[in-house]
T-cell receptor, first 117, second 113 residues
Framework: DTGVSQDPRHKITKRGQNVTFRCDPI?????LYWYRQTLGQGPEFLTY????????KSRLLSDRFSAERPKGSFSTLEIQRTEQGDSAMYLC???????????????FGPGTRLTVL | DAKTTQPNSMESNEEEPVHLPCNHS???????IHWYRQLPSQGPEYVIH???SNVNNRMASLAIAEDRKSSTLILHRATLRDAAVYYC??????????????FGGGTRVLVKP
């Protein structure tokens, strides 16, 4: 399977614990995005990378959230001191950005569902 | 940012066409109209996009109004596998804001056998 993969698919944690999610994008894609989706809502943008550089962060991304893409390949999203409000589906997407493209189709992974008790 | 308005839900019978409307009255000249859909328990997937002219691909057709203030996604023969939430999204290809997808609430499509 050459699609976007995410690990783990499900995570249950207690309030106050730290969690880390991993995303492996499609191999040649230079952009990687993180979104969060709560029940009944559309996904909300969190942050994105072009190669290893984090180019934009949403105001939704509080100080407890940090994302990295150290070698421009896989990415991790860490949430420190989790709160019940962090319970959501965390979606990763990747795209190939280049000159002359009028759009950059984003390919999404299956998501990591986080439940904070 | 230009916003889109879609009905919350629509129902269709299997093998009948489905027309999903989207209003985007504040669209700018550099906004492309994109559609994504999200099947149950999956991440969103790209469906189609356009700027001014109507577009067709293997999944659907996109009809864009002449003034570009509205568009319609057309599923020609709905199958049970088309049951999903469909999102209409504007992406500005000039501004950096177009790098991300801004999802609204979407339209939940129910296909009845």
């Amino acid at each position: 399977d050459t699609g976007v993969s995410q690990d783990p698919r499900h995570k249950i944690t207690k309030r106050g614990q730290n969690v880390t999610f991993r995303c492996d994008p499609i191999s040649e894609h230079n952009r990687l995005y993180w979104y969060r989706q709560t029940l009944g809502q559309g996904p909300e943008f969190l942050t994105y990378f072009q190669n290893e550089a984090q180019l934009e962060k949403s105001r939704l991304l509080s100080d407890r959230f940090s994302a990295e893409r150290p070698k421009g390949s896989f990415s991790t999203l860490e949430i420190q001191r989790t709160e019940q409000g962090d319970s959501a589906m965390y979606l990763c997407a990747s795209s190939l950005n280049g000159q002359g493209r009028s759009y950059n189709e984003q390919f999404f992974g299956p998501g990591t569902r986080l439940t904070v008790l | 940012d230009a916003k889109t308005t879609q009905p919350n839900s629509m129902e269709s019978n299997e093998e009948e066409p489905v027309h999903l409307p989207c209003n985007h009255s504040t669209i700018s000249g550099t906004d492309y109209i994109h559609w994504y859909r999200q099947l149950p328990s999956q991440g969103p997937e790209y469906v189609i996009h356009g700027l001014t002219s109507n577009v067709n691909n293997r999944m659907a057709s996109l009809a864009i109004a002449e003034d570009r203030k509205s568009s319609t996604l057309i599923l020609h023969r709905a199958t049970l596998r088309d049951a999903a939430v469909y999102y209409c999204i504007l992406r500005d290809v000039i501004k950096a804001a177009g790098n991300k997808l801004t999802f609204g609430g979407g339209t939940r499509v129910l296909v009845k056998p």
